[in-house]
């Protein structure tokens, strides 16, 4: 299994471009998130999938956008990059059933608005 | 989510156990102790988790005390790639998809 990819690792973009991260995992996971860390703090749920065909709002989900077409991919889109969208993002996994399965988490992508 | 509280930062030596506290007071029933760890510039790790009972992995320990108003993680021999932020996570499980994580403590190990 390669777990959770993610890509690109690195992306820099300019203000007002959108772009879509790419999510993947290959463990027929059925719940996906997303989330930012910024510097000195913790990570913050963007968005969350239980599912295909469903998702939901996290903590913070203004300027994102999400689907859940297949069981595999949950792709996060920026509609129209801004500076404070610089942060690294992070795709998680995890299966539903089993009341404490931990998260599988991909390796970030690095996203600079500038 | 019931909050936690965890230490800025700690120090081990290499070889020497490792032991997280983390003080959850405000835990229900129904909640778990998660333990996920954030090498640098890496996706978080999970590592173990526990609901009563004290656990045990290929990775670490994990001691809840009896009134689960606290916990421990033990990595009994620590080496020099522990060297990372540990965050302790209650979370109820199941149909609760979101983790809040805090600022976690800073372990380094020491050579």
């Known amino acids: 299994n390669a777990g959770v990819t993610q890509t690109p690792k690195f992306q820099v973009l300019k203000t007002g471009q959108s772009m879509t991260l790419q999510c993947a995992q290959d463990?027929?996971?059925?719940?996906m998130s997303w989330y930012r860390q910024d510097p000195g703090m913790g990570l913050r749920l963007i968005h969350y999938?239980?599912?295909?065909?469903?998702?939901d709002q996290g903590e913070v989900p203004n300027g994102y956008n999400v689907s859940r077409s297949t069981t595999e991919d949950f792709p996060l889109r920026l509609l129209s990059a801004a500076p404070s969208q610089t942060s690294v993002y992070f795709c998680?996994?995890?299966?539903?059933?089993?009341?404490?399965?931990?998260?599988?988490f991909g390796s970030g992508t690095r996203l600079t608005v500038v | 989510d019931a909050k936690t509280t965890q230490p800025t930062s700690m120090d081990c030596a290499e070889g020497r156990a490792a032991n997280l506290p983390c003080n959850h007071s405000?835990?229900?029933?129904?909640?778990?102790v998660y333990w996920y760890r954030q090498i640098h510039s890496q996706g978080p790790q999970y590592i173990i988790h526990?609901?009563?009972n004290n656990e045990t992995n290929e990775m670490a320990s994990l001691i809840i005390t009896e009134d689960r108003k606290s916990s421990t993680l033990i990595l009994p021999h620590a080496t020099l790639r522990d060297t990372a932020v540990y965050y302790c996570?209650?979370?109820?499980?199941?149909?609760?998809?979101?983790?809040?994580f805090g600022k976690g403590t800073l372990l380094t190990v020491n050579p």
């Open positions: 526990g609901l009563k």
């Open positions: 405000t835990i229900s029933g129904n909640e778990y």
């Open positions: 998680a996994s995890r299966k539903a059933e089993g009341g404490g399965n931990g998260y599988t």
């Open positions: 999938s239980v599912g295909a065909g469903i998702t």
């Open positions: 996570i209650v979370n109820s499980g199941g149909s609760n998809y979101k983790l809040t």
């Open positions: 463990m027929n996971h059925e719940y």
